[in-house]
């Protein structure tokens, strides 16, 4: 599997498995940092109806009661096509929540990834860009989204910065 995860910037893991953003949509990683300050791994069970995964670990879950929807993408740039997953997945978790259904979305440490999905879900649901940052951070950590580019895509619009993304040689 190609490498999906930017190097540790120095930013803490989270201080929590996952945590709820809005009814339903719950925002988290496959890591997360208990109070000693150890790493340790998140296993998903059967605690969410629909898991959407950005980066996938053997043996972190979900269950089979789960329904699990992958679309592994970078922390870094995304091209094109990465954009198009990203708002493909904001989509399936917009629809989960309106059949009901708990939504997990989740990468590595909850921050970056599963933000811009979940920002985007957000967006789409009619909440700004600034807004559906503010709701993840207020509901997951103030250090979500701290990839820049990931919060220059929202505010740009998906659309746009896929198509910009499509310039690229």
């Known amino acids: 599997m190609k490498k999906t995860r930017r190097r ?5 893991g989270p201080p929590s498995p996952w945590d709820e953003i809005t009814p339903g949509l719950w925002m988290g990683g496959h890591y997360w940092t208990d109070p000693a ?11 969410f109806d629909v898991v959407i995964s950005l980066f996938t670990r053997t ?6 009661r789960a329904e699990h929807v992958v679309g592994e993408i970078p922390d870094a740039a995304l091209t094109a096509g990465q954009l198009h997953t990203v708002q493909r997945l904001a989509r399936t978790a ?39 940052v503010a709701r993840v951070r207020r509901g997951r ?6 990839n820049e580019l990931f919060t220059s895509y929202l505010t740009a619009g998906l659309d ?7 310039l690229d040689p």
């Open 8 to 12: 540790d910037r120095g930013v803490p």
């Open 37 to 47: 300050g150890e790493p340790r791994p998140v296993v998903v069970a059967d605690e």
């Open 59 to 64: 043996g972190h879950g979900p269950g089979p």
């Open 94 to 132: 917009a629809l989960a929540l309106d059949s009901g259904l708990t939504t997990l979305v989740r990468c590595h440490s909850g921050y970056n990834r599963s933000g811009l999905v979940v920002a985007q879900c957000l967006v789409d649901r009619g909440l700004t860009p600034a807004e559906a």
């Open 141 to 146: 950590s103030p250090l979500a989204l701290n």
């Open 160 to 166: 746009v910065a896929a198509l910009l993304a499509g």
